[in-house]
């Protein structure tokens, strides 16, 4: 069965660089399949951020990619976000998830982790 | 950027009675190459992230009940519930995979009435 549990610290402050890491189970990260993360802010809607391959490859929301981060650790089976500049509208629950790609395009988020609330605040 | 967008917001239905939510996107999310449609539904109660229901529009995921039904092509879609049940009560989002950024609709919450 594969887990994903996200982790990292719930208050940051304005301005710093928010940084998160996904731990997988059940699953090999080198096997296949890319990683992302998606937030939820408080009373809104779903937003994708960033997806990334087990090689490196990575996929980028326009509208945060200026201040996004993601690398992926192997050898630990963990990929992490960082997001700097931090202000209160990127307070959020923060969820790190799997998908896929294949000749015909991509496929939908089929495992979740359970998400972490993230708050910007001094 | 695909814009979803969804209606209702809200409703409220009798247990035992259909639940239909709507899902537009700006530009049709259908592969040519595989005439496949890259829509997919979420279920998420509060404080668990969100369930895959439905992907390919109309493909149920492996475990998820028979009264969840979807349908449409192009830009427009439909999430059925047949039967609403008590433990339906969620908010439900529609997704686009068609292209990046990935972009979800903003929500239906569904209630007991």
């Known amino acids: 069965q594969v887990q994903l549990q996200e982790s990292g610290p719930g208050l940051v402050k304005p301005s710093e660089t928010l940084s998160l890491t996904c731990s997988v189970s059940g699953y090999s990260i080198s096997s296949g399949h890319y990683w992302g993360w998606i937030r939820r802010p408080p009373g809104k809607g779903l937003e994708w951020i960033v997806t990334?391959?087990?090689?490196?490859?990575?996929y980028y929301n326009p509208s945060l990619k200026s201040r996004v981060t993601i690398s992926v650790d192997t050898s630990n089976n963990q990929f992490s976000l960082k997001l700097s500049s931090v202000t209160a509208a990127d307070t959020a629950v923060y969820y790190c998830?799997?998908?896929?790609?294949?000749?015909?395009?991509?496929?939908?988020?089929?495992?979740w982790g359970q998400g972490t609330l993230v708050t910007v605040s001094s | 950027d695909i814009v979803m967008t969804q209606s209702p917001d809200s409703l409220a239905v009798s247990l035992g009675e259909r639940a239909t939510i709507n899902c537009r996107s700006s530009?049709?999310?259908?592969?040519?190459?595989?005439?496949?449609?890259?829509l997919a539904w979420y279920q998420q109660k509060p404080g668990q992230p969100p369930k895959l229901l439905i992907y390919?529009?109309?493909t149920r995921e492996s475990g998820v009940p028979a009264r969840f039904s979807g349908s449409g092509s192009g830009t427009d879609f439909t999430l059925t519930i047949s039967s609403l049940q008590a433990e339906d009560v969620a908010i439900y989002y529609c997704q686009q995979y068609y292209s990046i950024p990935f972009t979800f609709g903003p929500g239906t919450k569904v209630d007991i009435k």
């Open positions: 530009q049709s999310v259908l592969y040519s190459s595989n005439n496949k449609n890259s």
């Open positions: 390919w529009a109309s």
């Open positions: 998830a799997r998908h896929d790609s294949y000749t015909s395009g991509w496929t939908p988020f089929d495992y």
């Open positions: 990334i391959y087990h090689s490196g490859t990575t």
